[in-house]
């Protein structure tokens, strides 16, 4: 069974970097894309971007310039970070399993990070 | 590119059938068969239900169906149970620019 669990701070100063880990259990990193996705409380899901296996990156075209996803095969995780945060940015963060591009089969539970002083 | 829009609200009676639509445009819903469907119990990661417009994931109940129509996709839900109250995401392709979009959801009552 593939599990996915996050990791980070559940708490970032504004202007500064938010950064998360997933752990992937269960499975290889191989052939598969590797998302995030955020929720800000009580609103719907953002798609922010993922990494393939072979390390090719896509970005949602609106936090591409502060965004950054990276893979660690030999750890089976791959991180976000996100810089110059703002309250905006405060939400559940989810990372996930894209068996395609285009659709995420396995997601980990999510943390709330907070962006605050 | 704007999210795709659902409605915010649908409910349904036990055993009955609702329909949640997810609207897009010619250049995400409209022109790529990648639509996909997540559920969403609160305080819950969402949950894959449909993929690839109709297709269903092993382990969804085939209570759960998909379809499009031009740049509107569909989720319907018969025999409605009262586990089906949640809140339902569609999400499609749109292209190698845009890549991935949500709708805002639907939060589906059982009566």
């Known amino acids: 069974q593939v599990q996915l669990q996050e990791s980070g701070p559940g708490l970032v100063k504004p202007s500064e970097t938010l950064s998360l880990t997933c752990t992937v259990s269960?499975?290889?990193?191989?052939?598969?894309?590797w998302g995030w996705i955020r929720q800000p409380p009580g609103k719907g899901l953002e798609w922010i971007g993922y990494i393939y296996y072979s390390g090719t990156t896509s970005y949602n075209p609106s936090l591409k310039s502060r965004v950054t996803i990276s893979l660690d095969p030999s750890k089976t995780q791959f991180s976000l970070k996100l810089n110059s945060v703002t309250a905006a940015d405060t939400a559940v963060y989810y990372c996930?399993?894209?068996?395609?591009?285009?659709?995420?089969?396995?997601w980990g539970q999510g943390p709330l990070v907070t962006v605050s002083s | 590119q704007s999210a795709l829009t659902q409605p915010a609200s649908v409910s349904g009676s036990p055993g009955q059938s609702i329909t949640i639509s997810c609207i897009g445009t010619s250049s995400d819903v409209g022109k790529y068969n990648l639509v996909s469907w997540y559920q969403e119990h609160p305080g819950k990661a969402p949950k894959l239900m449909i993929y690839e417009v109709s297709q269903r994931p092993s382990g969804v109940s085939d209570r759960f169906s998909g379809s499009k129509s031009g740049n509107t996709a569909s989720l319907t839900i018969s025999g409605l149970q009262a586990e089906d109250e949640a809140d339902y995401y569609c999400c499609s392709y749109a292209g190698s620019t845009t890549f991935l979009l949500f709708g805002g959801g639907t939060k589906l009552t059982v009566l």
């Open positions: 996930a399993r894209a068996r395609s591009f285009a659709y995420f089969d396995y």
């Open positions: 269960g499975d290889s990193i191989n052939d598969y894309y």
